[in-house]
Each structure stands twice: as structure tokens, then as C-alpha cells.
């Protein structure tokens, strides 16, 4: 399977607790995204990596939350001290630059339910 | 600001039939792309077709098309044959900024829930 993998697929936490997703982007793509999806609700962009570098940042990105991509492959997106407002579907997505749209490729997402 | 706006929280059709998606979008941008995804269930979001603020054809593929009409900010996905396979939540995306130029992200409408009956 070439596509994004994302896991764990599902996680449930106690309040209070840390989590780690992690992303595995389509291997020749060199720009990865994190969007979080609630219920009933269009996915909300979280940040941006190109290659390494963390380009952009959205306000939604509270310090408990905190997103890597160490060699430009695999990406991680860590949340501290989770809430219940944490809740939510994570979707990690990747894109190549130089495709014509631009159009992003996502992962089956990582599901979150903090209690 | 830039907002997409998806008025049809659900729809129904009939397998076979065509059926059409809205969506409106505001910005003050000169440039920007259209996007349609579908989700499924399983929660993927599958791209499905991509319209350029500058493209003067309409997109196609494959059973998608994607009526742009540039004055009226709208940008709505037709659906031809429907399949029993489309049911699934669609949403219209829109980025700002020039073609296939820097692709940070995309702001996204609330979602058409699409049920096909057999």
C-alpha cells in the first residue's frame, strides 16, 4: 500500500493524558499537512510541514499540541494533557509541490476520544 | 474572508440518476483552486476532481464534473450514474493562491451527507 498511513486508527485516553499520532505521507511527497475533523464538521487545518520545516501554524495549535517531521519523511502530531474538547478525527495529509492541483492525499485518519 | 458554503446537508437519489452538489465560496482572491472530496464511512477523504480560478473548461472525471460558474462563486459537483458505492459525505474545498503554486491549505465547507437508493 503506497498511500498515507496514519495510526493508530483509533485512540481512546483519559483526560489529562498525552498522545501521539504519527503519519507516514506518500513516499515522494515532500509537503504534509494535519487537519482535525469533528463531528458534523469540515475538516479545520492544524499546520504544515514543507520537507522539515514547519511552514504555518494555525491559532488552533494550543502549546499542548506539538507537530514534527524530523528527516522530512514520517510526521508525528503529540497532544499534552489531553481535554475532552480534544476529541476529534485527526487527518494527516501530503501533497507534491510541483502536481499541477495540488491536490492533497489523506490518510484514513486517527480517531480520538478523550474522557 | 475567504468561506465555502455546502447548503444541502443531505441528499437522496436514485441509483442511475445524476444528481447535483451544491457549492459557494467567497474570496477577494484573483487566484485560487476548487477542490471536491468524498468520505466515506471509513473515513478517508478521497480527492475526486479540481478546478482552477483561471481554467476556462469546465473539470472533468470520469462521472464527476464540476459546474464552475466564476460570477456566481459556485462551483457544484454533478454526479452522473449514481452508484450505490457514492454514498458518502462530499465536501468543496478551496485554496487561495495561484495554480499549483504554494499549497498550504485548504478551507472546507460543512459537508453534503449523499444517499443512493437502489
Known amino acids: 500500500d503506497t498511500g498515507v498511513s496514519q495510526n493508530p486508527r483509533h485512540k481512546i485516553t483519559k483526560r489529562g493524558q498525552n498522545v501521539t499520532f504519527r503519519c507516514d505521507p506518500i513516499s515522494e511527497h515532500n509537503r504534509l499537512y494535519w487537519y482535525r475533523q469533528t463531528l458534523g464538521q469540515g475538516p479545520e487545518f492544524l499546520t504544515y510541514?514543507?520537507?522539515?520545516?514547519?511552514?504555518?501554524k494555525s491559532r488552533l495549535l494550543s502549546d499542548r499540541f506539538s507537530a514534527e517531521r524530523p528527516k522530512g519523511s514520517f510526521s508525528t502530531l503529540e497532544i499534552q494533557r489531553t481535554e475532552q474538547g480534544d476529541s476529534a478525527m485527526y487527518l494527516c495529509a501530503s501533497s507534491f509541490r510541483r502536481e499541477v492541483a495540488g491536490e492533497l492525499f489523506f490518510g484514513e485518519g486517527s480517531r480520538l476520544t478523550v474522557l | 474572508a475567504q468561506k465555502i458554503t455546502q447548503t444541502q446537508p443531505g441528499m437522496f437519489v436514485q441509483e442511475k440518476e445524476a444528481v447535483t452538489l451544491d457549492c459557494t465560496y467567497d474570496?477577494?482572491?484573483?487566484?485560487?483552486?476548487l477542490f471536491w472530496y468524498k468520505q466515506p464511512s471509513s473515513g478517508e477523504m478521497i480527492f475526486l476532481i479540481y478546478q482552477g480560478s483561471y481554467d476556462e473548461q469546465n473539470a472533468t472525471e470520469g462521472r464527476y464534473s464540476l459546474n464552475f460558474q466564476k460570477a456566481r462563486k459556485s462551483a457544484n459537483l454533478v454526479i452522473s450514474a449514481s452508484q450505490l458505492g457514492d454514498s458518502a459525505m462530499y465536501f468543496c474545498a478551496m485554496r487561495e493562491g495561484r495554480n499549483g503554486g504554494n499549497n498550504r491549505k485548504l478551507i472546507w465547507g460543512l459537508g453534503t451527507s449523499l444517499a443512493v437508493n437502489p
Open positions: 510541514f514543507q520537507n522539515e520545516a514547519q511552514l504555518e
Open positions: 474570496t477577494s482572491d484573483q487566484s485560487y483552486g
